[in-house]
C-alpha cells in the first residue's frame, strides 16, 4: 500500500489542509475521516466533544490503515491531541491557530483570532496566546456562522457581503480593530472563504492560516517514517460518521476522487 494520511475534521475543514498537503506532497494518499454526526464542533461540550474525538479518529486510523492522522480541525486539536497520541500508535500532527507567525508578522501588533466558540475559549488557545502573542494585542473573535458558511460554498452557493457582515464587524469595528493588520484563520473551514473575506473586508489585512505549516510538518514525518512517495497517490477513501445521505460531503470531496462514503 502507498504511503497515505488520512485527514479528520467535522466537516469540509478538512479540504482546506487536505488541499496544502497535496500541493506539497502530490504523491501522498490522502484519505478523510468526516465526523458529520457531530457537525458543527465548535459549539459541543469538552466533555462530550474528547471522547468522540478519539472513538471517531481511532476507528477512521483502523479503517483505512492510514500512516499518519492529520486532526485537519483546530476544535479537535486543541482539545484531544494529547489523548490521540495516547491511543494511536501512528503519528499525529494536529493543526492549531497560527498565533506565533502572526505574532513575529504583525506590524500593528493587533491580531484578530477568528475560530470557532470552542477554540476562542479553550485553555490551549490562551496558553497558545501567553506563550507565543509576545506581547502583542490578541482580539477573540468567535466566528461559528463562518463553518456554516464554508459548508454552504463547498455545496455551491454564493457567500456575499451581507452574509459575512457581522462577522467583519467583530473584527474591524471592535475596540482595537482598527489596529488590525492580521487575522489568524483558526478554524481549518475559513480558508474555504478567504477570497470573500478579502473582498468584502473593509480594508485589506493579511488572512493567516496553518495549513502548509501543516503540510511541512507531515513531510517531515514522512522522511522520519522513511516512507517515499509514489509520483501519483492511491485512491482516497471517504469515511463519514453518519451516512452522507443527499451525497453532498461526496460532492463537497469531489476534487480528491474519493471513493464513494463508507459510513463507519
Ligand atoms: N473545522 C473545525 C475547526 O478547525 C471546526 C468546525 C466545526 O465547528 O465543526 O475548528
Request: charged share 20%; hydrophobic share 45%.
Amino acid at each position: 500500500m502507498p504511503p497515505s494520511a488520512l485527514v479528520f475534521d467535522s466537516g469540509v475543514g478538512a479540504i482546506s489542509i487536505a488541499r496544502e498537503i497535496r500541493a506539497l506532497l502530490p504523491g501522498l494518499t490522502l484519505h478523510f475521516g468526516i465526523d458529520n454526526g457531530f457537525y458543527p464542533y465548535g459549539t459541543r461540550s469538552e466533555e462530550a466533544l474528547r471522547p468522540r474525538i478519539v472513538a471517531q479518529a481511532r476507528r477512521m486510523m483502523a479503517a483505512t490503515a492510514a500512516d499518519i492522522l492529520v486532526v485537519g480541525c483546530n476544535t479537535a486539536s486543541t482539545l484531544a491531541l494529547p489523548q490521540l497520541r495516547e491511543v494511536l500508535a501512528q503519528p499525529v500532527v494536529g493543526v492549531v491557530p497560527a498565533i506565533k507567525p502572526a505574532a513575529a508578522a504583525t506590524r500593528s501588533r493587533t491580531i484578530a483570532l477568528v475560530a470557532t466558540e470552542g477554540t476562542v475559549n479553550r485553555n490551549y488557545t490562551r496558553d497558545l496566546i501567553e506563550q507565543f502573542a509576545d506581547g502583542n494585542r490578541v482580539i477573540n473573535v468567535p466566528a461559528p456562522e463562518l463553518v456554516r458558511l464554508a459548508e454552504a460554498k463547498l455545496r455551491g452557493e454564493t457567500i456575499t457581503a451581507d452574509d459575512l457582515e457581522p462577522v467583519l464587524a467583530r473584527i474591524f469595528h471592535t475596540a482595537g480593530g482598527d489596529r488590525v493588520d492580521i487575522a489568524v484563520l483558526a478554524c481549518t473551514h475559513f480558508p474555504l472563504l478567504r477570497d470573500e473575506l478579502d473582498r468584502y473586508a473593509p480594508r485589506p489585512i493579511q488572512w493567516l492560516d496553518s495549513g502548509a505549516a501543516i503540510a511541512r510538518r507531515v513531510r517531515w514525518w514522512l522522511d522520519e517514517l522513511q516512507l517515499a512517495l509514489p509520483d501519483t497517490p492511491g485512491p482516497s477513501q471517504l469515511l463519514t460518521s453518519a451516512p452522507d445521505t443527499d451525497g453532498r460531503i461526496q460532492q463537497a470531496f469531489a476534487e480528491f476522487a474519493p471513493s464513494p462514503a463508507t459510513t463507519t
